[in-house]
């Protein structure tokens, strides 16, 4: 099945100020949102810990940054940031959390697939809560960018199969209820191969909540 016509639909879906706002309220600003935007900053500190090359003086590119879920945090904890966005709105409101801190390097929209950087020139990519939308190919292609522009780790995180809530949900539907089901979730296998395909591996992992949450994060290095 071609998936295109909907990867191109959530491209263009984020163009909208109105849907922008409306996602920064519903996804991190109050309830369990702050918590849990605090807990995957905690795993993506303790993926690249112990790392020298990924000192306070790094600099790093948060791509997609959203609506700024970790700008205030990349800046607060020294990096110098490079926000990258698909959409100007997201961009917009991620500036507003960048304070007056002098190690914000600034922002740019950018499309993930073709990043306007010289190989090498980022000593980090971070890129959460996105590949679970790309279709295979495309996320392929995006594996390859931030391969090619990192001068050595790139932090991703993925879905995986290995989780209690997935297989729930997969049993509510078998019975019949209303439940959206995730068309795809890796295992390790596919999720090595892909990786591969980009010149990546992975160096370690970071579980959330094992068994029963699907969200995982890796810090990458090329081969």
């Not at 205030?72 to 997201?90: F, Q, T, V």
Request: charged residues 30%.
């Amino acid at each position: 099945m071609n998936k295109t016509p909907d990867w191109d639909a959530k491209k263009s879906h984020y163009q909208s100020e109105d849907v922008v706002q409306k996602y920064d309220d519903r996804r991190f600003k109050g309830g369990l949102a702050g918590p849990k935007s605090e807990r995957k900053w905690r795993m993506i500190l303790k993926a690249v810990q112990g790392i020298p090359e990924l000192g306070s003086d790094a600099t790093v590119m948060d791509l997609p940054c959203g609506t700024g879920r970790f700008t205030a945090r990349i800046l607060e904890h020294g990096w110098n940031l490079i926000n990258a966005d698909i959409s100007h709105p997201m961009l917009a409101k991620a500036r507003e959390y960048t304070g007056a801190h002098g190690n914000y390097v600034g922002s740019a929209r950018m499309n993930a697939e073709k990043l306007p950087f010289a190989d090498g020139a980022l000593d980090l990519v971070i890129s959460i809560r996105f590949l679970m939308h790309v279709p295979k190919d495309v996320r392929i292609r995006i594996f390859c960018e931030y391969a090619r522009v990192c001068k050595r780790y790139v932090v991703l995180d993925v879905r995986h199969k290995y989780c209690l809530n997935l297989w729930w949900k997969k049993f509510r539907k078998a019975m019949g209820l209303k439940v959206k089901v995730p068309e795809h979730r890796y295992n390790m296998r596919e999720l090595d191969a892909d990786l591969a395909e980009a010149g990546l591996r992975i160096r370690r992992k970071v579980w959330n909540w094992p068994p029963f949450s699907e969200k995982l994060v890796l810090l990458c290095e090329k081969v």
